[in-house]
Nanobody, 115 residues
Framework: QVQLVESGGGLVQAGGSLRLSCAAS????????LGWYRQAPGKQRDLVAN???????NYADSVKGRFTISRDSPKNTVYLQMNSLKPEDTAVYYC?????????WGQGTQVTVSS
């Protein structure tokens, strides 16, 4: 059983910053299997950032240079530092744990960027 709890969303003006956290509990085989996705209204859920199994950071082109994913292995927690936020970053952000072909999702946290 895997539980993912996101926090840190909110309302911010364009150009501002937010930091999201995802605390994972249960059977976590690799913290590198944790990542972030987002879903805007009427759109599909897309990858924002994650780690490769070797630990390399991977980002969607739309967030490169603005967002940073990091991890705290002893705490089984991953973070998403979001800088220079844009209105098009508005979405529900989901933490994801993907292992052995099975995906686990958190409840999501809303990020709203006003222009």
């Amino acid at each position: 059983q895997v539980q993912l709890v996101e926090s840190g969303g909110g309302l911010v003006q364009a150009g501002g910053s937010l930091r999201l956290s995802c605390a994972a509990s249960g059977t976590i085989f690799s913290i590198n299997a944790l990542g972030w996705y987002r879903q805007a209204p009427g759109k599909q859920r897309d990858l924002v950032a994650n780690f490769t199994i070797g630990g390399t950071r991977n980002y969607a082109d739309s967030v490169k240079g603005r967002f940073t994913i990091s991890r705290d292995s002893p705490k089984n927690t991953v973070y998403l530092q979001m800088n220079s936020l844009k209105p098009e970053d508005t979405a529900v952000y989901y933490c994801n744990y993907n292992w052995a072909g099975r995906a686990h999702w958190g409840q999501g946290t809303q990020v709203t960027v006003s222009s």
